[in-house]
Every structure is written in C-alpha cells, then in structure tokens.
C-alpha cells in the first residue's frame, strides 16, 4: 500500500513537500519513483531514488528544483518540490520498483505499484 500526500495550492515560486508511506513490502530494499499526470497529457516520470539513496535521477524539467530522498526507516519517500512553476501542476504519483535492487530508472513499466496520486496546483 501506498499512500501519498503533501499536495495542495501553491504559488509559482513557492515549495511543497510531497510523502509517500509504503507498507506491504520491504519498502528498504527497492527503488521508488515520483511521477506525474497534467490535465490533458500522459503521466512522466519526475524523479527516482534508489534503494539505498545512493543514486538518484530527475528529469530534465524538474532538474535544480526538486529533491527526492527516503527515509528507510519510515518506510517513506520524499518529493521537496521548490521554486515551483505553472507548469508543475499535476497529480503526482509514487511507485515501487517491481524487483528489489534495481537501479533506479524512468520506465513506467518498471514500477508495479502505484500510490493514489495527490494534487499539486500552481497558481499564478
């Protein structure tokens, strides 16, 4: 189970921080992901961490403005999502990697369990 939340209405510029609490599996062992949907588009990959928090990756449009991290112990994903643009708005989703180990990876096929999704809205 994933839940995922920290969603709300923000202001361009502005930060949020994004949660997703894990349980159901051992959470410490596998690579998670953020991905997003806007109105009217395709859901993309935002950011992904490995299981160690040793490797991290972002996609070009996040780069230098959003910050994945996990907490292993909480069995919890981050998402620090600053200077946030228009853009950005979207329902924004956490994964778990479908095999323990793996690097991390932008593929939505890799990812075998998905979070509700919470929604970010940026206002100008």
């Known amino acids: 189970h994933l839940q995922a939340s920290g969603g709300g209405l923000v202001q361009a510029g502005g930060s949020l921080r994004l949660s997703c609490a894990a349980s159901?599996?051992?959470?410490?062992?596998?690579?998670m992901g953020w991905f997003r949907q806007a109105p009217g588009k395709e859901r993309e990959f935002v950011a992904a961490?490995?299981?160690?928090?040793?490797?991290?990756y972002y996609a070009d449009s996040v780069k230098g403005r959003f910050t994945i991290s996990r907490d292993n112990a909480k069995n919890t994903v981050y998402l620090q999502m600053d200077s946030l643009k228009l853009e950005d708005t979207a329902v924004y989703y956490c994964?778990?990697?479908?095999?323990?180990?793996?690097?991390?990876?932008?593929?939505?096929?890799?990812?075998?369990?998905w979070g509700q999704g919470t929604l970010v809205t940026v206002s100008s």
């Open positions: 994964a778990v990697d479908r095999a323990p180990w793996n690097p991390v990876s932008t593929a939505q096929d890799r990812y075998d369990y």
């Open positions: 961490i490995n299981w160690s928090s040793g490797s991290t």
């Open positions: 159901g599996r051992t959470f410490s062992r596998y690579a």
